[in-house]
Nanobody, 128 residues
Framework: QVQLVESGGGLVQPGGSLRLSCTAS????????IAWFRQAPGKEREGVSC????????DYADSVKGRFTISRDNAKNTVYLQMSSLNPEDTALYYC?????????????????????WGQGTQVTVSA
């Protein structure tokens, strides 16, 4: 059974940093692209970042470019999202997602319906 589990969320002050983890079980994520999404209350789920299977390609939403870094450790079956210079607008429930159809992040990675497998999410709250 394919399962993704996010962790690392929490409460952080503006300007602070967090590192989120997305760990897979039931499958080897080496072969697949992994994406991070987030959803704030009252807003639609939006793409944050994506990493292709070989980490040869990474993509970021404009709102997080230069502040967030996605990486993967295939030996640990885990993808990370390092978040820096956080601001209150980054407050959201963060999800990781994958789909066996994709081994790379195409131009449509930002659209949630393109991913079939999702974790339960980890809450990130940026507040003073």
């Amino acid at each position: 059974q394919v399962q993704l589990v996010e962790s690392g969320g929490g409460l952080v002050q503006p300007g602070g940093s967090l590192r989120l983890s997305c760990t897979a079980s039931g499958f080897t994520l080496d072969y697949y692209a992994i994406a991070w999404f987030r959803q704030a209350p009252g807003k639609e789920r939006e793409g944050v970042s994506c990493i292709s299977k070989s980490a040869g390609r990474t993509d970021y939403a404009d709102s997080v470019k230069g502040r967030f870094t996605i990486s993967r450790d295939n030996a640990k079956n885990t993808v990370y999202l390092q978040m820096s210079s956080l601001n209150p607008e980054d407050t959201a429930l963060y999800y990781c997602a994958t789909d066996p159809r994709w081994d790379r992040c195409g131009d449509s990675w930002i659209y949630p319906p393109n991913f079939r497998s999702w974790g339960q999410g980890t809450q990130v709250t940026v507040s003073a």
